[in-house]
């Protein structure tokens, strides 16, 4: 296994009226040795949370419960892993939380030489609203209407990602209500629902800005690769999310790779209280992850 090093609480961005965004990094090996190898793949974690709350190298509760630690396994699979904040709604609403994501991205790739990364070979992963982040990176990369480079310690620089995975993602907030499972825990339309605070109004009554945060808006033949995985019990985002978008970039002529988890809620939670659904995501996520590493 290789030896893992983690650097917590670095410093990322400095946006107005918002503290300072932090990073934490973990490790594999020694800098010198990525070098070596021409630099390591990386991939930037985002945390999930509504948009509203969470906390970087988290997957959630109840993700983080089964103790399977699938951040620091992608470290040991030879992965530097960045775990980034964002600013939270009660702080800015939507494009905050895509400039900061690209920041962080930037900030990677300015870094790239001082923590034996490999600058092209930069990948995002986010979880339910960081499974949105990620896939707007993917995206968005380079366009006009994100690049404001607000608070960022690092302006200059690329913010693609060479890859996505997104694990149970809002993709589309338009549609997202009326998806809502007749179980659903929490559905877009509510009054005040997470993605209201996202967006600063329902969804409903501001379509505009609900295409503008979602990233089936910005599918296109360029897109990288992707993978989804969903579970089918989901009650939080509907497995729509992950099923639409997956159609859309096969439609563009992306590549993407759908992985439905039968039974799974949000958090892979399975009825039998079992981790089965959580390693499955986690081992898919290293495979697709290090498949991509080994093609460029």
Known sequence: MTALRIQRGIEFARPQNAGPLLLDLYLPGS?????????????????????????????GPGVDGF????????????????SADYRLTDVATFPAQLLDAKAAVRWLRTHAAEYGVDPRRIYAWGDSAGGHLAALLGLTAGAAEF??????????????????????PPTDLVRMGGQARPDAIARADDPGSRE????????AAAPDRARAASPLTYVHPGAPPFLLIHG???????VEQSTGLAEALEGAGAVVELLLLEDADHMWQLPDGSSAAAGQAAAATIDFLCRQAKQH
């Open 67 to 82: 103790g399977l630690g699938p951040i620091e396994q992608l470290a040991h699979a030879g992965f530097v892993v960045a």
């Open 196 to 203: 209201a605070l996202l967006l600063g109004a329902q969804p």
């Open 31 to 59: 800098p010198a040795e990525g070098q070596e190898q021409g630099g390591r793949p990386a991939v930037i974690h985002f945390h999930g949370g509504g948009w509203r709350m969470g906390e970087r190298s988290s997957l």
């Open 232 to 238: 089918t019990a989901d009650r939080f985002v509907p």
């Open 147 to 168: 690049a404001d480079p607000e608070g960022a310690l690092e302006a200059d620089g690329d913010d693609y990602v060479a890859a996505v995975v997104a694990w149970y």
